[in-house]
């Protein structure tokens, strides 16, 4: 079945650091795949998505490009700030109804 | 801009009693979803519903669960009997279609069974 495997966390960096958190999935088909962002007490809110391989999702100064080839999907964002500390999900859906399968989720934690 | 909106924020229920988890998704959507996420762990996919009946469930939604549009706004996931392995997050989602889609989800609701 579908899986998506996401780079351990937890990460904490300074900031304006660069970040990156990887991501690989298995899939049968071509699915369509999505970071969400959880802010503490609240749910899960679309970071980017990229439906098609070598699409490049962007959103926030965060960026991720769908490889295939790889099957990968990892995030990245070349200047963090403290608000970006949150918890980071990769996902994917492959399903005609929609049905998202996500990773264990890496926290990210910024210091100023 | 539009949200999903679940109640309540929070639930506390004994062991063996029934619960209701309720949603309202945004209004042009016509996918439904709910999710589950115990504390520490993965986001878990539960179900999908369209055009008023259940397109697809995991294993982790067996006859204890239940799941129903009883009018054009709210959407509700049952859990009968509950037990102490229900505690954890329940997040209600929506999108406009299926694949490629990507999902609006609701703040959730905490679901504590002593």
């Known amino acids: 079945g579908d899986s998506v495997t996401q780079m351990e966390g937890p990460v904490t960096l300074s900031e304006e650091a660069f970040l990156t958190i990887n991501c690989t999935y298995t899939?049968?088909?071509?699915?369509?795949l999505f970071w969400y962002v959880q802010y503490p007490g609240e749910g899960l809110q679309l970071l980017l998505k990229a439906t098609k391989a070598d699409d490049k999702g962007s959103n926030k100064g965060f960026e991720a490009t769908y490889r295939k080839e790889t099957t990968s999907f990892h995030l990245e964002k070349g200047s963090v700030q403290v608000s970006d500390s949150a918890v980071y999900f990769c996902a994917l859906s492959e399903t005609n109804a929609g049905k998202s399968t996500f990773g264990d989720g890496t926290t990210l934690t910024v210091k100023p | 801009e539009p949200e999903v909106t679940q109640t309540p924020s929070h639930q506390v229920t004994q062991m063996g009693q029934e619960v209701i988890l309720r949603c309202v998704p945004i209004s042009n959507h016509l996918y439904f979803y709910w999710y589950r996420q115990i504390l520490g762990q993965k986001v878990e996919f539960l179900v999908s519903?369209?055009?008023?009946?259940?397109?697809?469930k995991s294993e982790i939604f067996d006859d204890q669960f239940s799941v129903e549009r009883p009018d054009g706004s709210n959407f509700t996931l049952k859990i009968r009997s509950t037990k102490l392995e229900d505690s954890a997050m329940y997040f209600c989602?929506?999108?406009?279609?299926?694949?490629?889609?990507?999902?609006?989800f609701g703040d959730g609701t905490r679901l504590s069974i002593l």
């Open positions: 519903f369209y055009n008023n009946e259940i397109s697809e």
């Open positions: 989602a929506s999108s406009e279609s299926g694949l490629s889609q990507p999902q609006h």
């Open positions: 899939a049968t088909g071509y699915p369509s």
